[in-house]
């Protein structure tokens, strides 16, 4: 199986194993298993005679860590029996227009993990919106009028630029901080920019919990994610900011609903960010599967399940497009 990733810039600049980094365990996994992985960025994808193409280096094993070789080689996307597309947020012009490249893809002779122009499509924070119910109370909007009419009405808020990731641009808001319009100001570049406020959940700890989708498959296995002391988000990856847990059934059936419709819509490798059984992000770009964390914390190497759970989606998606082609 001939297999390409695209990845961050920065994961390519830095390219070595990292067990932090979900990409490189999929990277190792699949070499293991004797496929060919070809890796890009997105600067190096682009359009030639209507054929989306890239410009990809080959990855490769040595000493139980990977490598890339130096020299560089152009494919046609479609040579290519899957595609990975996972990119590091922000989804800006550029990130668009990479996805763009996959209009000129036939997506039935190549599998595409996420589709690309499904991510295009898809916004990590405004489209919890398509599952009311079991998300919190919010608001999208550029408005300073109605982002505060929100906070008085709910006291607590946090505030969430639409594009970013990482807890970037993330702040807590409250009713009686003096600097309250100084915040939605910056946050929304005066009431230019769109951006999301969640009503704010009191969780035990801050912490949320990262739930797994594999196709329409909610994985049993999830962590908790903890806030730095005296903080409200989760900031930093670091050993001491995880722990193991479970999912309730309210958490599992909730993420059942947003796996079945995503799965439609191309999305297959998700995970879900949630806090008192609500659903406060859906992260489709290049969700962290937290791999080492989950191995350390349940004694269990997690990569096996895991890419066992992939390879079983990439035979569901060839035999869909081997019957539709």
């Not at 070809?38 to 094993?61: H, M, P, W």
């Not at 209009?103 to 589709?115: A, G, R």
């Amino acid at each position: 199986m001939k297999i390409l990733f695209v990845i961050d810039k920065i994961e390519l600049k830095y390219f070595e194993f990292n067990d932090l980094v979900t990409n490189f365990w999929f990277i190792k996994e699949f070499l293991l298993r004797g496929c060919e992985v070809e890796v890009t960025i997105n600067d190096r994808l682009f359009v030639k005679s209507a054929k989306g193409c890239a410009i990809s280096q080959s990855a490769y094993l040595k000493d139980e860590n990977i490598f890339l070789k130096k020299g560089k080689k152009e494919f046609l996307i479609n040579d290519f029996d899957v595609v990975f597309f996972r990119p590091d947020p922000p989804v800006d012009i550029d990130y668009l227009s990479a996805c763009s490249v996959f209009d000129f893809v036939d997506d039935e002779k190549t599998i595409l993990i996420n589709n690309p122009k499904s991510i295009r499509a898809f916004n990590e924070k405004l489209h919890v919106n398509l599952f009311p119910g079991i998300v919190p109370e919010n608001i999208v909007t550029s408005s300073k009028e109605l982002i505060h009419d929100f906070v008085m009405k709910n006291g607590e808020a946090v505030i969430k630029p639409l594009n970013d990731c990482f807890g970037s641009g993330v702040y807590y808001l409250n009713i009686h901080d003096k600097n309250l319009l100084t915040i939605i100001d910056n946050v929304t570049k005066e009431e230019t920019v769109h951006v999301m406020v969640q009503k704010f959940l009191k969780s035990e700890r801050g912490e949320d919990k990262r739930v797994l989708l594999v196709g329409d498959e909610v994985l049993d296995e999830c962590i908790l994610k903890l806030p730095k002391e005296n903080g409200f988000k989760f900031s930093e990856h670091s050993d001491r900011f995880f722990t193991a847990t479970k999912l309730t059934e309210e958490e599992r059936e909730a993420a059942k609903i947003v796996a079945k419709e995503l799965n439609k819509r191309g999305l297959f490798l998700v995970g879900l960010d949630m806090m008192d059984n609500k659903i406060i992000e859906i992260n489709v770009t290049s969700p962290c599967y937290f791999i080492r964390e989950i191995n350390q914390n349940y004694g269990i190497r997690f990569q096996d399940k895991l890419m066992e759970k992939i390879i079983g989606l990439m035979g569901k998606k060839e035999a869909y497009a081997d019957i539709n082609g």
